[in-house]
C-alpha cells in the first residue's frame, strides 16, 4: 500500500467527518508498519489544521470542526494504543494538562500517550485546568514536571500564571515547566520563564528527558 496513498486518505476522513473508514486507515497503517506519530502528523493532523483553516475563514461551522476532531480522537486513540506502554524503570514524575479555559486536549493526550510510552509515571489533569490544581497535583505526587498546554491565544496567559504563582510560593525550582500548543512558541517560554518548550509530542519526550537530566 502507498503511504502518500493513506496519509491522503486520512486528511480526507478529517475533512469529511468519515467515522465509518477512520478505523480501518488507521488500522491499515499501523499493518503496514507506519509509526503512529507519523500517521497522524502527515496524515490525520494535516486534515484537521485544514478543518481549523476551514473554520477560521468561516467555510465550516462548528458542529462540523466538533464531528472531525470526534474522527480525529478516534484515530489517535487507534493509533496510539498500539505504542508500548513503558513500564520498565520510571523516570520520572509528569503532571499535565490544558489550561483554564481550554478544552482542546487533542494533541496534551498525544504528549501524554509518549511520555507514558518513554517510561515517565504522567497525571494528566485533562482540560480546563486551573491553575492552583497543577501546583497542588504536583506537590500531593512529588512531582519533577508539570506541563501545560494551550491551543487558545487568550488561555496562554495561564502558563505565565503558573509561573508566577510558583516563584510566589517559592516551588519555581522545584518543579520544572514545559509549555506547548500550537500558538505557543520558545519565544513566549523564555519569556514568561517557562524551563522548556516543544513544538510537538516527540520533542516533548525530548525536553522532559533533558529536564531530568537524562
Ligand atoms: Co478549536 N481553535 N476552538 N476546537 N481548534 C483552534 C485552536 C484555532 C486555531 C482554529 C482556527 O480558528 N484556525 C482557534 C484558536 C484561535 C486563537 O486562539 N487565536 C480555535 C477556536 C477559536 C476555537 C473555539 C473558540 C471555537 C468557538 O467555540 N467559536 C473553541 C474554543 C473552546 C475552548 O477551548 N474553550 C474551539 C473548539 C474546538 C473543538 C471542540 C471543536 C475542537 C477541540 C476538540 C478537542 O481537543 N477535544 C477544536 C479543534 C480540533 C481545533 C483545531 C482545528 C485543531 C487542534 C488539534 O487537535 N490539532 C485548532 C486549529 C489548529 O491548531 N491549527 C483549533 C491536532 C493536534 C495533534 O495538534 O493540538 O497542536 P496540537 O498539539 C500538538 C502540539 O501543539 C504539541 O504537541 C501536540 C502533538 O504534536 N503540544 C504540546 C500540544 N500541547 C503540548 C504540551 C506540551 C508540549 C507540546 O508540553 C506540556
Not at 510566589?168 to 514568561?192: C, E, M, N, Y
Amino acid at each position: 500500500m502507498d503511504r502518500e496513498k493513506l496519509f491522503k486518505d486520512a486528511q480526507d476522513i478529517i475533512i469529511k467527518c468519515d467515522n465509518d473508514r477512520v478505523e480501518e486507515v488507521a488500522k491499515l497503517a499501523l499493518s503496514e508498519g507506519i509509526e503512529p506519530l507519523e500517521m497522524i502528523n502527515e496524515g490525520f493532523r494535516v486534515g484537521i489544521t485544514k478543518m481549523g483553516d476551514l473554520f477560521e475563514r468561516g467555510e465550516v461551522f462548528l458542529p462540523e470542526l466538533i464531528q472531525s476532531a470526534e474522527v480525529m480522537k478516534k484515530a489517535t486513540d487507534i493509533l496510539m494504543e498500539s505504542l508500548p506502554k513503558g513500564i520498565d524503570t520510571k523516570r520520572g514524575t509528569v503532571v499535565i494538562g490544558t489550561v483554564q479555559g481550554d478544552i482542546h486536549d487533542i494533541g496534551k493526550i498525544l504528549v501524554v500517550t509518549m511520555l507514558q510510552a518513554n517510561s515517565f509515571e504522567v497525571f494528566d489533569l485533562g482540560h480546563d485546568v486551573e491553575t492552583e490544581m497543577f501546583i497542588e497535583k504536583a506537590k500531593e505526587t512529588n512531582a519533577d514536571i508539570i506541563g501545560t498546554s494551550s491551543l487558545l491565544t487568550t488561555t496562554m496567559k495561564y502558563q505565565k500564571e503558573l509561573e508566577d504563582e510558583l516563584k510566589k510560593s517559592g516551588l519555581k525550582g522545584k518543579f520544572k515547566t514545559i509549555v506547548g500548543g500550537a500558538p505557543v512558541t520558545q519565544r513566549w517560554a523564555d519569556r514568561i520563564g517557562a524551563d522548556a518548550y516543544a513544538e510537538n509530542a516527540s520533542t516533548a519526550v525530548r525536553e522532559v528527558q533533558s529536564l531530568m537530566g537524562s
